[in-house]
């Protein structure tokens, strides 16, 4: 099964931070890179090149971190989890109808960091001793 990587485009002119498959492209599907990429990207899998902007993945990467810290015992089990994401995500909502963009941003990057709790393995671990990502 392939691993799913961040890479940082290796075009000069581009420098974007993308999301690859274990032995995909290098490049990313920008217009600077699409000429060079064209044939690669035909065969290989969609995930290759959904581009995320770098700021945006090292403030999740913060949120994580400030989450553990603050909350070192995430949750018992999968469901307990899961009641953690549904009521961050009744956060979201409330500031999606309610409150600035920036709040919106905020509790998304909460909601994001709650379901990477999960999908880390965070469930039923005290996290005290595991800071690093």
Same mark, same amino acid.
């Given at each position: 099964?392939?691993?799913?990587?961040?890479?940082?485009?290796?075009?000069?002119?581009?420098?974007?931070?993308?999301?690859?498959?274990?032995?995909?492209?290098?490049?990313?599907?920008?217009?600077?890179?699409?000429?060079?990429?064209?044939?690669?990207?035909?065969?290989?899998?969609?995930?290759?090149?959904?581009?995320?902007?770098?700021?945006?993945?090292?403030?999740?990467?913060?949120?994580?971190?400030?989450? @553990?810290?603050?909350?070192?015992?995430?949750?018992?089990?999968? @469901?307990?989890?899961?009641?953690?994401?549904?009521?961050?995500?009744?956060?979201?909502?409330?500031?999606?109808?309610?409150?600035?963009?920036?709040?919106?941003?905020?509790?998304?990057?909460?909601?994001?960091?709650?379901?990477?709790?999960?999908?880390?393995?965070?469930?039923?671990?005290?996290?005290?001793? @595991?800071?690093?990502?």
């Amino acid at each position: 099964m392939k691993r799913a990587e961040f890479r940082r485009c290796q075009n000069p002119r581009c420098q974007k931070v993308f999301l690859s498959m274990e032995g995909d492209a290098k490049r990313c599907c920008c217009h600077a890179c699409s000429a060079a990429a064209a044939s690669r990207r035909r065969n290989a899998s969609p995930l290759a090149y959904r581009l995320i902007s770098i700021d945006t993945l090292l403030d999740v990467e913060s949120r994580l971190r400030w989450a @553990r810290t603050k909350h070192p015992q995430y949750a018992g089990t999968a @469901r307990d989890a899961l009641f953690v994401i549904r009521a961050e995500l009744d956060e979201l909502e409330q500031a999606v109808r309610y409150e600035t963009p920036e709040r919106v941003r905020d509790e998304a990057l909460d909601v994001a960091a709650t379901v990477l709790r999960l999908l880390e393995g965070d469930v039923g671990k005290n996290m005290e001793v @595991r800071h690093a990502i």
